[in-house]
Nanobody, 121 residues
Framework: QVQLVESGGDLVQPGGSLRLSCAASGSIFRIYAMRWYRQAPGKQRELVAATTSGGSTNYGDSVKGRFTISRDNAKNTIYLQMNNLKPEDTAVYYC???????????????WGQGTQVTVSS
């Protein structure tokens, strides 16, 4: 099995910065893509950023130029550096990973429980 745990969510002022972390643990054979999603109250879940094990990255249009996703393969961890935060960024941020457990023959999608980010004065 694979577990994902997010951390770093907090209350921050508009224009401020925050860094989220997502650590994967368990019987991991290999982690492929890892992603950040977010969901605000009353809205659909949206993709924020994604990265592959090879280092390629993609960003949602609403965060491009402000957010940066990175990964530490040795620690099975990804990060989301969020700069110039806006009230519209307020949401629960979820970590998602395509990972292959040691006892399984193909990757499976795993989700964390989420971490709350609130941008407000």
């Amino acid at each position: 099995q694979v577990q994902l745990v997010e951390s770093g969510g907090d209350l921050v002022q508009p224009g401020g910065s925050l860094r989220l972390s997502c650590a994967a643990s368990g019987s991991i054979f290999r982690i492929y893509a890892m992603r950040w999603y977010r969901q605000a109250p009353g809205k659909q879940r949206e993709l924020v950023a994604a990265t592959t094990s090879g280092g390629s990255t993609n960003y949602g249009d609403s965060v491009k130029g402000r957010f940066t996703i990175s990964r530490d393969n040795a620690k099975n961890t990804i990060y989301l550096q969020m700069n110039n935060l806006k009230p519209e960024d307020t949401a629960v941020y979820y970590c998602n990973a395509d990972a292959q457990a040691t006892h399984l023959g193909s990757p499976y999608g795993y989700w964390g429980q989420g971490t709350q980010v609130t941008v407000s004065s």
